[in-house]
């Protein structure tokens, strides 16, 4: 969304953009090559965009075609020790509504693709032991994770920290391509909230706690 990318665009404005429908490519300031996109909310979406930054959009800016893809911004908390303000930091990626276990599949896999998808694990070094991130599974679907379906879902993936609406799309354009990915997502809303519990805060003030530590990561 606009609202995740602008912190990226005030700590490093924007050189260059292009535009293709709603998917939006910026070329930004500063050292190095960093693109910044936006793809719209779903699965679809975020593949489709990933796809057009690496196919035309990082040459129509006169950059190379990126090797590393993070996904930055917001995401709902599914682990029971997960806090609105934490980042999830993506070790494994599943999609929530895949299930061809009638074939032998695991839950979360799709036919023909792996288990799961997997964070690049240098990247994930760099980010382990940092305050307020937690490094592990998330888990992406077209749905909103609201608190009803939140103990079916954390009975199919009890391993799973985060739920998101694009992730684990990403993680699977980049496998495909062979560059590397890792999602970095800020925590605006617990999906089953526990009593005393703060449940949400404003995906703006998210957006930035992620953008803090994506930079820090591209600096490091």
Known sequence: ?????????RARPAKETVRCGRAVCH???????????TSAIGLVNAASC???VLDSAASALGAQAPTTAIAAGT?????????????????????????ATAFGYKVGQLPSEPEFFEGEPNLLRRLEGREGVHVGEVVSG??????????HMREIFPDALAA???STALAQVAAARGISFVSVRGVS???????????HIDAAEAAEISATTVLGLLQS
């Open 1 to 9: 969304m606009d609202l995740e990318a602008e912190p990226f665009l």
């Open 27 to 37: 070329l930004l300031e500063g050292p190095g090559q960093v693109l910044l996109a």
């Open 50 to 52: 990933l796809t057009w």
């Open 75 to 99: 995401c709902g908390g599914l682990g029971k020790n997960i806090q609105v303000r934490d980042v999830v930091a993506g070790r494994a990626y599943r999609y929530a509504d895949a299930d």
């Open 142 to 151: 077209n749905s909103f994770v609201a608190a009803e379906q939140t103990p």
């Open 164 to 166: 998101d609406m694009e």
């Open 189 to 199: 809303d617990l999906c089953g909230p526990q009593a005393g519990q703060d449940f």
